[in-house]
Every structure is written in C-alpha cells, then in structure tokens.
C-alpha cells in the first residue's frame, strides 16, 4: 500500500532553516509528483509547492519563493523540503502529499503523516 | 484563487443530513477536491473532480456543482463523520484551499 512517512518534529529558532523528508514506499516513485502543504495551528491548509518525481522539476507558491527548497533522492524515494529564515509564523505542521495526476487530477490522493515544525527564541 | 466555505461550523445530530458549501472566486469547471480531517490527522481524499468518490468512500458522502458553486452532502451522520472538511480546487496555480468547515455534534 502507498505510505508517505515523514521525519520527526523539529525546535529551531528565528532565522534558521529547516529539512523535512518523506519517504515514499509502495508506488514507482519516479511515476508521481509530490507536494508540499503546511498547517498553521487551528487554521487551514495553504498549498506551498510540488517537484516531480521523475526529473526533479519544482514549481512554489509565490509566498515561499526564495526561501524553500524542494529536492529528491530517487534511489530512496525520498522528498525533501528546506525552508530557510524561519519566522515564528512558519510554526505549523507541514504534510507531505502526492498528486493523483499531474496533469488531470492535481489533488491529493495519499498524504504523510505531517511534521510539527516550530519555531521558537 | 480564493476558496469561500460556508458555515465555519455546522451542528448536526447523527443521522441527520449535512450540507456543506464552497465557493470559488471564478470558475474552476469540475476540479474540485473535497478532504475529511480529523484532529491531529492528516486530511484524506473524500470527493474528486467534483462529484467522483475517492476509493473506499462511503455512499453517503456525495459531491455536486461546477463552476464556481459546489456542494458535499453527507446523508446521514455517523459519529466517524464529526471532522473538519476543506474543499480545494486545481483548476488554476497556485492550488488553494477553503478555509474548512467543521462538523461538530449538535
């Protein structure tokens, strides 16, 4: 079955950057796009950008642009999202996700568990 | 784009209906997704391209509407059904998301 299992919770303070994984298992990693989501505490859900997983194309939402990163490692199947000047306001929980299709159905059919990024002085 | 749904919160008693409502701010077609979350979960897939279930998804959740107004009805409440769901549209980058509705037992 199709898992998307992410790193464990992280503590940094304003200004540092963050690394967060998901390793994916149980599909051809190189066949689907994955995403990235974030959830602030009690709010909703704000979309922050996909790569794919066959050639490493990225595309971010413009309120992350120059300060995440998205990356994979294809012989793990592995995403990863850096995120660099961390502001108190980047404390939320961060997801990953995996688009059913790129091209026909960019919605989210499997999703990580989600990581508790927060980010304190 | 901007996600508009209606009611913040929604008390309803199990076995009753619920109606939940989204808004686009312009014309999405039929790419609209709709996503359960309950507390401390990940969402999880309910409704695609506005009216197709997601596997395993029960009968009782359905999706309708095109354009810029779109509805997901539950017919009868189950206590597993009380949660937060959020409607996302893909029609246009960036992807956006309402800002959720919460299911709560009246």
């Known amino acids: 079955q199709v898992q998307l299992i992410q790193s464990g919770p992280e503590v940094k303070r304003p200004g540092a950057s963050v690394r967060v994984s998901c390793k994916a298992s149980g599909y051809t990693f190189r066949f689907y796009t994955l995403t990235w989501v974030r959830q602030a505490p009690g709010q909703g859900l704000e979309y922050i950008g996909w790569?794919?997983?066959?050639?490493?194309?990225?595309d971010y939402a413009q309120n992350f642009q120059g300060r995440v990163t998205m990356t994979t490692d294809t012989s793990t199947g592995t995403a990863y999202m850096d995120l660099k000047s961390l502001k108190s306001d980047d404390t939320a929980v961060y997801f990953c996700?995996?688009?059913?299709?790129?091209?026909?159905?960019?919605?989210?059919?499997?999703w990580g568990q989600g990581t508790q990024v927060t980010v304190s002085s | 784009m901007v996600m508009t749904q209606s009611p913040a919160t929604l008390s309803v008693s199990p076995g009753e209906r619920a109606t939940l409502s989204c808004r686009a701010g312009q014309s999405v077609g039929r790419d609209l997704a709709w996503y359960q979350q309950k507390p401390g979960q990940a969402p999880s897939l309910l409704i695609y391209?506005?009216?197709t279930r997601a596997t395993g998804i029960p009968a009782r959740f359905s999706g309708s509407g095109s354009g810029t107004e779109f509805t997901l009805t539950i017919s009868s409440l189950r206590s597993e059904d009380f949660a937060v769901y959020y409607c996302?549209?893909?029609?246009?980058?960036?992807?956006?998301f309402g800002g959720g509705t919460k299911v709560e037992i009246k």
């Open positions: 790569i794919s997983g066959s050639d490493g194309a990225t």
């Open positions: 391209d506005a009216s």
């Open positions: 996700a995996r688009f059913r299709d790129f091209v026909l159905g960019r919605y989210f059919d499997y």
């Open positions: 996302q549209q893909y029609n246009t980058w960036p992807l956006t």
